[in-house]
């Protein structure tokens, strides 16, 4: 999976990436299907045991354009992992408290625990996307964030926070045939979003935002993933395979077995012959 992530100071020009799977793929679509619904399992035991453990942090953050499948991945590739241990946050347009705040104020609020798993829908990475492509602010203060960003996650870092980032790269193609197939199907209405078409129209702007996005915050602590998105199954498959990679090289350590087992375990065989005459 290494060839999808971004290296510290790499140069990031999307025209260089595809958002196809390699042509060479082995297996294709059903093949990936069936290893995705395996590494699904292994997610659920790894993520059982991060939980037990109480060490470990785990962050997973989910950008892309509208479309792109940050949901659909919040689906396929978590499915089956128990949701106590888990926790999406989505970050929609600033609330005038938090407006008030710094920017990553509501961010920070939300980071994962010890055994936590917390997956961010969109991310203080808007606050270099969106807020640059609309001008909500000079530029004088977006172009201070690439670092203010890059402290920040070395922080979470530092403090036992395994971050991983994830780019849902799309084409402006897919991203029409998707609204279209919304537009089609009345049951998918509510998907739909006039603003969507605005956005989209800025679609370049975008791309600009992402690849100075890329290209300044892949670090060795928190490294980016462009991740080929046109197709779903691809997508879900890259994904569960750089988590279940990931999580399985943080060694996680279960507490021990009791050493008491047995005299618990009489305790409670003991209890039913008190209780039957
Ligand atoms: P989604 O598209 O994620 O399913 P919404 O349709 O509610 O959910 O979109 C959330 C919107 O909030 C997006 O248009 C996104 O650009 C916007 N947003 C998120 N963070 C910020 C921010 N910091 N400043 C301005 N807008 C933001």
Do not use: C
């Not at 999406?88 to 990553?104: H, I, N, Q």
């Not at 936590?116 to 807020?131: A, G, P, Q």
């Not at 609309?134 to 977006?142: A, D, G, I, N, T």
Request: proline residues 6%.
């Amino acid at each position: 999976m290494e060839r999808y992530q971004i290296k510290p100071g790499q140069k990031v020009s999307l025209k260089d990436w595809s958002p196809d799977p390699p042509r060479d793929f082995e297996g294709g679509k059903e093949s990936a299907r069936a290893d995705v619904a395996e590494l699904n399992r292994k997610l659920e035991v790894l993520q059982e045991r991060l939980f037990a453990e109480r060490r470990h942090k785990v962050l997973v953050i989910l950008q892309g354009m509208d479309t792109s499948g940050k949901d659909g991945v919040i689906r396929s590739v978590f499915d089956g992992v128990n949701p106590q241990g888990v926790k999406v946050a989505s970050f929609k347009v600033p609330t005038p408290e938090e407006l008030d705040r710094d920017y990553l104020w509501r961010v920070h609020k939300v980071v994962p625990g010890r055994g936590e798993m917390v997956i961010f829908n969109r991310s203080h990475y808007e606050d270099v996307l969106v807020v640059r492509v609309h001008q909500l602010v000079p530029p004088e203060v977006w172009k201070k964030r690439y670092d203010q960003i890059n402290e920040f996650e070395r922080l979470l870092w530092e403090t036992g926070t395994t971050i991983l980032k994830f780019f849902l790269f799309i084409s402006k193609e897919e991203q029409k045939q998707r609204l279209l197939e919304r537009l089609a199907d009345p049951a998918k209405h509510w998907k739909f979003n006039p603003g969507d078409l605005k956005e989209r129209a800025l679609w370049d702007e975008y791309e600009k935002a992402y690849e100075d996005v890329l290209s300044r915050t892949s670090t060795g602590y928190a490294p980016w993933y462009i991740v080929p998105a046109d197709k779903k199954w691809y997508r879900d498959w890259v994904i569960s395979r750089v988590l279940v990679e990931t999580l399985e090289n943080l060694n996680i350590q279960v507490p021990p077995p009791l050493e008491d087992a047995e005299t618990y375990r009489r305790q409670l065989l003991e209890e039913d012959e008190r209780v039957s005459p």
